[in-house]
């Protein structure tokens, strides 16, 4: 898990994706064009809920979301999706 300097605002995460997979179960390397975006990542950062609505996750939670989930931004070179916690389907 990586340190970041970032706080998102509100019931918004920040989630690390998981790497895309390089090869099938049957050993089938996959090139870098035909990699789907994975679905799965590790929460980075999180808001401070709404009033009402707690945020349910915690940093460190694996989780998983919607293959077009969040908006992709890169934070000191690095990639990350920020997303409302109600883009979560739930934590793995």
């Known amino acids: 898990m990586s340190k970041v300097n970032f706080k998102p605002l509100a019931d918004r995460v920040l989630v690390e994706p998981a790497a895309a997979e390089e090869k099938t179960a049957s050993g089938i390397i996959i090139p ?42 890169s934070i000191d070179g690095k990639e990350y999706l920020i997303m409302k916690e109600s883009d979560i389907y739930g934590i793995v």
């Open 32 to 73: 870098d064009t035909a990699k789907e975006k994975p679905q799965r990542g590790e929460i980075v950062a999180i808001g401070t809920g709404k009033k009402d609505e707690p945020i349910n996750v915690k940093v460190g939670d694996q989780v998983l979301y919607g293959k077009y989930s969040g908006t992709e931004i």
